[in-house]
């Protein structure tokens, strides 16, 4: 080998060392794929980690293949979660969800990821970060977790698996969700009083339905009829039967086509002005992360009580978000909105059941009565019935059906609680030079 190899062996030695290497955790987080990273590996400053996070993800340069990082070019597998042990009162671990754009370097921290949020007691778990198991629960197969996320301000209590023989997160399991090929042990997450998240109040304009006059973007004017609710985070409800003629017909192609699209944003920016979010439907188009849109019709299956077409980041989401399925639950539960009018069995039932190997939460008021099996999807999965008041609302998407379990308050104008099921599974660990 000669000295000018050695020379520059030596200068690419050094380049590598200038990079930064970034800890980190690849996780396949209910439907959702991301980063989860330590606190203490990212600067104190936030405003300092969007570069960090979007050459991580492969955003760099606006590559919309992300081919030099790990994201998987679509909104779904472009996320991070960043996790600390909390120091709040009561509270085991605390995290911070970071949407990384694709095509663009831009991150956005206006909002929780439910899916991702599913992630966070088993990352906690396996990375060191809770305490001794406490002594109150009785079952050593299971280890809840308090979550509060900074986003939002949310507090989240989640029930997981725990591998008896290494103490770790168990994600082996029989539970199935849609969207999501392979089974897994099944994560219980209950979002607790979870209305007005990020605006303070659960119906942030003041009304639970309302029509919404579009007098810019394509096909405008036109009104739709809808209802802003914040619960776990904004969304924006449509009537999907009140969407302008220029919707349908551009949807005609698929709902992802871009004049469908286009309405569509223009919905959501006029929306965020109400939210108050954004002055201006320009401000709002900036900030494409808060609030969200989905559009609702009645179920066509009698074993759902409503459907949803959910947008994210401007494109048609592949299943449906979590922390949508617990606004939209809600929603569904609370008279006078347009999911409440559009659902169809607004009835009592018990709420949907861990797999026969978990059981509820100790620190939960719900009791464990029976158990049962159900069709979901044409797969077969358990639950368990209990003797809570809560009302299950199973929820229709592109991918399957969501159960969620919603507790009203006695008002009835609050979600006091409000419980979802997903399954989470570590993928990659490592570091990731950036």
């Not at 200068?11 to 980190?24: G, I, K, M, S």
């Not at 029989?174 to 605006?199: A, E, N, Q, W």
């Not at 909105?337 to 190997?357: F, G, I, R």
Request: proline share 5%; net charge negative; hydrophobic share 40%.
């Amino acid at each position: 080998m000669t000295s000018s190899d050695n020379t520059a062996i030596a200068a690419a030695t050094a380049a590598r060392a200038r990079r930064r290497r970034l800890p980190a955790v690849l996780m396949r987080a209910g439907t959702s794929r991301g980063l989860f990273l330590h606190r203490h590996d990212l600067p104190t400053d936030k405003n300092e980690w969007g570069p960090i996070l979007v050459a991580a993800m492969g955003s760099r340069l606006g590559d919309p293949r992300q081919l030099e990082g790990v994201g998987g070019a679509t909104s779904t597998t472009s996320k991070v979660a960043v996790v600390a042990k909390s120091s709040r009162k009561g509270v085991d671990v605390e995290y911070t969800f970071v949407q990384v754009t694709v095509g663009a370097e831009v991150v956005d921290l206006t909002g929780n990821c439910g899916n991702m949020a599913s992630g966070v007691a088993a990352f906690a778990l396996d990375e060191g970060l809770l305490g001794s198991a406490d002594e109150s629960e009785s079952d050593s197969s299971l280890r809840v977790v308090s979550v509060y996320n900074t986003n939002t301000d949310v507090l989240l209590e989640e029930t997981i698996a725990v591998d008896p023989d290494t103490g770790l997160f168990d994600p082996e399991g029989d539970y199935r969700i849609s969207g999501v090929k392979r089974t897994g042990s099944l994560v219980k997450v209950k979002f607790v009083s979870p209305g007005g998240s990020m605006t303070g109040k659960t119906f942030p304009t003041g009304l639970r339905q309302q029509l919404l006059s579009i007098t810019e973007g394509p096909a405008a004017p036109y009104a739709v009829r809808a209802t802003l609710v914040d619960v776990s985070n904004p969304f924006v409800f449509v009537d999907a039967k009140t969407m302008p003629a220029a919707y349908t017909e551009a949807a005609g192609g698929g709902p992802d086509a871009e004049d469908a699209r286009a309405i569509v944003e223009a919905i959501r920016q006029h929306a965020s002005v109400l939210f108050g979010f954004a002055t201006t439907t320009a401000a709002a188009s900036l900030q494409r992360g808060t609030p969200k849109i989905s559009l609702l019709s009645s179920s066509a299956d009698e074993s759902a009580d409503i459907s949803v077409l959910s947008y994210s980041m401007g494109k048609v989401h592949p299943s449906f978000q979590l922390t949508g399925a617990v606004c939209l639950g809600a929603a569904t539960c609370l008279d006078g909105t347009v999911a409440a009018d559009l659902s169809e069995n607004q009835k009592s039932l018990p709420p949907t059941p861990p797999l026969s190997s978990l059981s509820s939460s100790p620190k939960s008021d719900t009791v464990i009565d029976l158990a049962e099996e159900k069709t979901v999807s044409g797969e077969t999965v358990s639950e368990t019935i209990t003797d809570s008041a809560a009302r299950k609302i199973t929820i229709q998407h592109r991918s399957g059906t969501l159960d969620v379990e919603v507790d009203i308050a006695p008002s009835g104008d609050e979600a006091a609680g409000v419980t979802v099921y997903r399954t989470a599974r570590r993928v990659f660990e490592g570091v990731i030079y950036v």
